[in-house]
């Protein structure tokens, strides 16, 4: 399956950077008796309908093209949503300034998550920066387990309004 999905990658990543948008990840798994290829993309601003819709009428004949995947499949577009991981470079530059979630696969001084402030992404370095409660941290990309963005809900609106 590896080799279908950096096919599809190859294929789809530069059909997505046509129409103004990035390919986050690339999925081919089974799910019941279908098997699926989930093209996720996203955008600054955000992914509407017409952006999944246009992604899947433009990909779907590219990869038939070249027809990487010998099994009937289903092609779903769609947009990340709000907690997943952020992976690639571009996805990590896309977020900067905002608030994130960083787990380790080893701990540094007794920890393995943080949060702070995306505030650095070196490209090709592999180093990300982040501002901490404790103050700016620096961490090897090569050492994230995982990074998402941290979701915060607002109070405003509960309980009425005041008179």
Same mark, same amino acid.
Request: glycine share 10%; proline share 5%; aromatic share 4%.
């Given at each position: 399956?590896?080799? %279908? #999905? &950096?096919?599809?990658?190859? /294929?789809?990543?530069? @059909?997505?950077?046509?129409? *103004?948008?990035?390919?986050? !990840?690339?999925?081919? %798994? #089974? &799910?019941?008796?279908?098997? /699926?290829?989930?093209? @996720?993309?996203?955008?600054? *601003?955000?992914?509407?309908? !017409?952006?999944?819709?246009?992604?899947?009428?433009?990909?779907?004949?590219?990869?038939?093209?070249?027809?990487?995947?010998?099994?009937?499949?289903?092609?779903?577009?769609?947009?990340?949503?709000?907690?997943?991981?952020?992976?690639?470079?571009?996805?990590?530059?896309?977020?900067?300034?905002?608030?994130?979630?960083?787990?380790?696969?080893?701990?540094?001084?007794?920890?393995?998550?943080?949060?702070?402030?995306?505030?650095?992404?070196?490209?090709g370095t592999g180093t990300v920066r982040l501002d901490?409660?404790?103050?700016?941290?620096d961490f090897n990309r090569a050492d994230i387990a995982?990074?998402k963005r941290t979701i915060k809900f607002s109070d405003?609106?509960?309980?009425?309004?005041?008179?």
């Amino acid at each position: 399956m590896a080799g %279908v #999905k &950096e096919t599809v990658w190859s /294929i789809a990543d530069p @059909i997505a950077a046509s129409l *103004g948008l990035d390919l986050v !990840e690339v999925e081919y %798994v #089974k &799910e019941g008796k279908n098997n /699926i290829l989930r093209l @996720i993309i996203d955008k600054a *601003g955000g992914v509407g309908i !017409e952006d999944c819709e246009a992604m899947s009428r433009a990909s779907e004949k590219a990869i038939d093209t070249v027809d990487p995947i010998r099994d009937p499949y289903i092609l779903e577009v769609s947009s990340p949503g709000l907690d997943r991981p952020l992976k690639t470079e571009r996805d990590m530059l896309r977020h900067l300034g905002e608030e994130v979630e960083v787990k380790l696969y080893a701990p540094i001084d007794g920890r393995k998550a943080f949060e702070g402030l995306l505030t650095g992404v070196e490209p090709g370095t592999g180093t990300v920066r982040l501002d901490t409660p404790a103050g700016q941290m620096d961490f090897n990309r090569a050492d994230i387990a995982l990074m998402k963005r941290t979701i915060k809900f607002s109070d405003a609106g509960k309980g009425g309004r005041k008179k």
